[in-house]
């Protein structure tokens, strides 16, 4: 079975603080992808990366950015949290060339900032 | 601008019953549609899809139907089952470009009343 693992499940952090999101995947699978979700506006894409040090922005980069060191890890980084950032975040991966069929996606972090 | 809409944020039906969840797009590049499902505190799984060369998909009690000149596709469950309860999302993606981004409308939340 294909697992993707983000590396908390709650997260509680202060407004200016950089928080480090994680997530493994152990499927070989090129794309890795960030999403956040929110109420009434689905998962919105954050960024996204198909090879290991490649990224591309998604559709609401502004105040995150990403590292892709290894194939099998994606992290999601908030340079300065802020209250807006609140909101359950979801990693997913897939491989290269589906078209975006199943995408495997993490159990999600519920990040809370105060 | 919301490119993948889901207006209707809940729906209950009783088991046994049918339950139609709809979904609508404006990206006329959208060329691969995709159903997740997702119960609370799991990540989406995927469901089923549909290519746009196709205007039905069959899988079990699932079926989407797709409407290419309307811009629509529907998800139909029967006969509908207590865990068939979840929110779903409908997501489009548009091949070869974007490295396989996916799109994800704002989900249905739909109970199956026993």
């Known amino acids: 079975d294909v697992k993707v693992t983000q590396s908390s499940r709650y997260l509680v952090k202060r407004t200016g603080e950089k928080v480090f999101l994680e997530c493994v995947q152990d499927?070989?699978?090129?794309?890795m992808f960030w999403y956040r979700q929110d109420p009434g506006l689905g998962l919105r894409l954050i960024y996204f990366?198909?090879?290991?040090?490649?990224?591309e922005k998604g559709d609401i980069p502004e105040g995150y950015s990403v590292s892709r060191e290894k194939k099998e890890r994606f992290s999601l980084i908030l340079e300065s949290a802020s209250t807006n950032q609140t909101s359950m975040y979801l990693c997913?991966?897939?491989?290269?060339?589906?078209?975006?069929?199943?995408?495997?996606f993490g159990s999600g972090t519920q990040l809370s900032v105060l | 601008d919301q490119q993948v809409k889901q207006n209707s944020p809940s729906l209950s039906v009783q088991e046994g019953r049918i339950s139609i969840l709809n979904c609508d797009y404006t990206?006329?590049?959208?060329?691969?549609f995709l159903w997740y499902k997702k119960y609370p505190a799991e990540g989406p799984t995927f469901l089923i899809s549909?290519?746009?060369?196709?205007d039905k998909n069959e899988d079990g009690r699932f079926t989407v139907f797709l409407n290419k000149s309307a811009k629509h596709l529907s998800l139909h469950i029967v006969p509908s089952q207590p865990g068939d309860s979840a929110v779903y999302f409908c997501?489009?993606?548009?091949?070869?470009?974007?490295?396989?981004?996916?799109?994800f409308g704002p989900g249905t939340s739909l109970s199956v009343i026993p």
């Open positions: 997913a991966s897939s491989y290269r060339g589906q078209g975006g069929e199943k995408l495997f």
């Open positions: 499927m070989d699978h090129e794309n």
């Open positions: 990366s198909y090879d290991v040090k490649m990224k």
């Open positions: 990206n006329s590049m959208f060329d691969y």
């Open positions: 549909i290519s746009s060369i196709k």
């Open positions: 997501a489009a993606s548009a091949r070869p470009t974007s490295y396989d981004k996916v799109i």
